[in-house]
């Protein structure tokens, strides 16, 4: 069973930046997709990035492309987001999720989940 935690969440001024992580303990072969996404009050759970985890593909939805970067570090089980740019429309809980096939956008595909980290931008 993968476990996930996040971290490196916090209130930023517009245009400032942030960098999430995420340690997946017990990580397998068996997860194939991570990916962040994101939740903000009222509003459903939405893609913001995805990575695969055997070879270096990676997606992003366009309200997040050429500011977000999402990458992994196999030797440390860890998920990054780098956030640049930022904006207050960015804000909202970010979690990191794993699943075993294919990457998907839709959080309903995603049965493992991280607890969050809190983005707020003023």
């Known amino acids: 069973h993968v476990q996930l935690v996040e971290s490196g969440g916090g209130s930023v001024q517009a245009g400032g930046s942030l960098a999430l992580s995420c340690v997946a303990a017990?990580?397998?072969?068996?997860?194939?997709?991570m990916g962040w996404f994101r939740q903000a009050p009222g509003k459903e759970r939405e893609g913001v990035a995805a990575?695969?985890?055997?070879?270096?593909?990676?997606a992003y939805a366009d309200a997040v492309k050429s500011r977000f970067t999402i990458s992994k570090d196999s030797a440390k089980n860890t998920l990054y987001l780098q956030m640049n740019s930022l904006k207050p429309e960015d804000t909202a809980m970010y979690y990191c999720?794993?699943?075993?096939?294919?990457?998907?956008?839709?959080?309903?595909?995603?049965?493992?989940w991280g607890q969050g980290t809190q983005v707020t931008v003023s």
């Open positions: 990575i695969l985890l055997r070879g270096d593909d990676t």
């Open positions: 999720a794993a699943r075993p096939s294919r990457c998907d956008w839709s959080a309903y595909q995603y049965s493992t």
């Open positions: 017990k990580l397998t072969y068996s997860s194939n997709c």
